[in-house]
């Protein structure tokens, strides 16, 4: 008997779009430090493990959003079908600390492609940043294995092009228009 594979929902994981996805290492990043007993430090540490001077968020408004933003982040690893950890923010939580972004065509999934933007954000606003998804009881969330795998199968089957080279045509591209 093989299990039914669902494909899992964004209710599944507590997010209400439209949220921005940041994928970050890993979930322990995330976590406070409990060695370091200064707040700040463990804040700042917290920050620097999750942003880069650029990064890239991901625009979510739709489960398909979220699956073809999958299907992008798991395109270059070696093994594809993996945990994904990440976090999720909002345009307002954005603004609220100053930070801009900029919409910038990123990866293999021509669909996620568009979903895609720059935030610059220097050491003192990640920081700030941080602390007001802390505040907010923001959790890191996981994308295991198994729920990646079953997106990938999805991807493959509308025809992203962040899975397979020869295809002629991104389907998930015209998915987003549906
Ligand atoms: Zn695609």
């Not at 940041?22 to 917290?46: A, G, V």
């Not at 994904?84 to 930070?99: A, N």
């Amino acid at each position: 008997m093989h299990p039914i594979k669902m494909l899992p929902t964004l209710e599944d994981f507590g997010i209400s779009p439209p949220v921005y996805i940041r994928k970050i290492n890993s979930r322990s990043s995330w976590k406070p430090d409990p060695e370091i007993s200064d707040p700040r430090k463990r804040l700042e540490k917290i920050a620097e493990a999750s942003f880069d001077e650029t990064s890239s968020i991901w625009l979510v408004n739709s489960e398909q959003d979220f699956y073809s933003v999958i299907a992008s982040l798991s395109a270059n690893r070696t093994s594809r079908h993996q945990d994904i950890d990440f976090i999720w923010l909002t345009d307002q939580e954005l603004d609220s600390v100053g930070i801009q972004k900029n919409q910038v065509m990123e990866g293999r999934c021509l669909f996620a492609q568009k979903l895609h933007y720059d935030i610059e954000i220097k050491k003192e606003s990640a920081i700030q940043l941080c602390d007001l998804l802390k505040q907010n009881n923001r959790q890191s969330l996981r994308c295991k294995k198994k729920q990646t795998k079953s997106i990938l199968i999805h991807q493959e089957k509308i025809g992203c092009k962040a899975l397979n080279d020869n295809q002629e045509l991104c389907q998930c591209q015209l998915e987003g228009f549906v």
